[in-house]
């Protein structure tokens, strides 16, 4: 009897330990996405510049991978995505999750890059678009940083020019597009933005430090025709 007893007590104690070893690699596994997002080493930033597109979630491969939702004009900056899964699902932010579809991308991403989705145009009248980025580029001279322009400005349709302390820096770019990078020798600038052939300043971008060996996106968005937050404007971000 006292054999049969050890013996249970023996089998409960095997099916204890064997429970508590399951469960620790479940747990695990349920942790991989989360450590494979910088082995991966993918960055991603999302910038929603859309006024009327309210905060939007990211899902990828339909799963959110975001835990604060991207709200007009917030850079919540670079992020580590966990997989390269595709699609990449733009959806308006929705307490649990489901909310409707607003723009959906399946680019091919790569390991150790960097890389932007601004969310741009109007809901409302279905003009919603993305734009999408790769922020990995080769390193700029000694002495000088890298940039660039994307025009995310839907009223910027007939082209802006950028110009730097006086200088056309960029001819042109259409709405929605953007430029390659270009070298400017490290110093503090005012970028100028112009409607393409007119003198019409639509904003001016004082005091910005260019470092060396650094990339930056300076990009436009919002409307001409408006004069509360939705009003044109531009900012820049620093990619390397």
Same mark, same amino acid.
């Given at each position: 009897?006292?054999? =049969? $007893? ?29 450590? $494979?997002?910088?082995?991966? $080493? ?10 009327? !597109? ?15 939702? /991207? ?43 960097? @890389? ?24 700029? !001279? ?6 660039? /322009?994307? $025009? ?19 001819? =042109?770019?259409?709405?929605?597009? @953007? ?39 300076? @990009?436009? @968005? ?7 937050? !939705? ?10």
């Amino acid at each position: 009897m006292i054999f =049969k $007893n050890k013996w249970k007590i023996s089998g409960w104690l095997f099916v204890c330990i064997a429970g508590v070893w399951v469960a620790s690699i479940i747990s695990s596994c349920g942790k991989a996405p989360i450590s $494979n997002a910088q082995g991966l $080493n993918i960055r991603y930033e999302v910038l929603n510049l859309s006024p009327d !597109a309210f905060p939007v979630d990211l899902y990828i491969n339909f799963i959110i991978s975001n835990t604060t939702p /991207f709200s007009f004009n917030i850079n919540q900056g670079y992020f580590f995505v966990p997989a390269l899964d595709t699609p990449y699902l733009i959806r308006v932010h929705q307490p649990g999750g489901g909310g409707s579809l607003l723009a959906s991308r399946s680019d091919i991403l790569t390991r150790g890059t960097t @890389y932007s989705l601004f969310i741009t145009g109007n809901v409302a009248n279905k003009t919603l678009t993305t734009i999408f980025t790769v922020d990995t580029a080769s390193l700029p !001279a000694v002495g000088r940083g890298k940039v660039r /322009f994307v $025009n995310a400005s839907p009223t910027g349709a007939g082209g802006i020019d950028v110009y730097a302390n006086g200088v056309k820096a960029f001819n =042109k770019i259409l709405y929605p597009k @953007y430029s390659d990078y270009i070298e400017l020798p490290n110093g503090n600038y005012d970028f100028q933005l112009n409607t393409t052939g007119s003198a019409t300043i639509l904003q001016t971008l004082k005091n910005v430090s260019i470092q060396d060996g650094r990339l930056y996106t300076l @990009y436009s @968005y919002g409307y001409t025709n408006r004069v509360d937050s !939705a009003a044109f404007n531009t900012a820049i971000i620093t990619n390397r």
